[in-house]
């Protein structure tokens, strides 16, 4: 499996709003934009840093896999996606490798961008999304 970058890290908030002046006053990223992910229950604000990029993660719903991640550890790393081509055969190669998927077919995330995880227990704990972005997805997120 070839890894072309860490696409972006996601951190879970509790107030996008809230969060927001510590990435574009104190740490000076640029802001890109902010959306809803109804699949997910979430909103998502996108900062660049550098090369990848940071993506701020309010739950809209208290059912949200986001929600309960805050619930259970707080604010804070809530997983990396890890950019990668051809994201059905990514996920094969991982099965073939025993790794539990959480989605088995990648779906629509923010950005556009085809997406699937990682469950935790097969990664030492760390929850990894892989992402495909096509041209027109690139430039979004």
Do not use: W
């Not at 969060?19 to 909103?43: D, M």
């Not at 805050?70 to 073939?96: F, P, Q, S, W, Y």
């Amino acid at each position: 499996m070839r890894v072309k970058k860490v696409d972006h890290i996601g951190i879970a908030v509790r107030s996008i709003e809230k969060a927001l002046p510590f990435y574009t006053e104190v740490l000076g990223l640029p802001f890109l934009g902010i959306e809803e992910v109804e699949s997910e229950q979430v909103k998502v604000a996108f900062l660049q840093a550098g090369e990848a990029k940071l993506e701020l993660l309010e739950p809209l719903s208290p059912e949200s896999a986001v929600a309960t991640f805050i619930e259970k550890r707080g604010e804070g790393i809530h997983h990396v996606a890890l950019g990668v081509e051809d994201i059905t055969e990514r996920i094969r190669e991982l099965k073939e490798h025993g790794i539990r998927m959480i989605q088995e077919t990648p779906k629509r995330g923010a950005g556009g961008a085809l997406v699937a995880f990682m469950h935790p227990k097969s990664t030492g704990g760390v929850l990894y999304e892989l992402c495909e972005r096509t041209n027109q997805t690139e430039g979004h997120q």
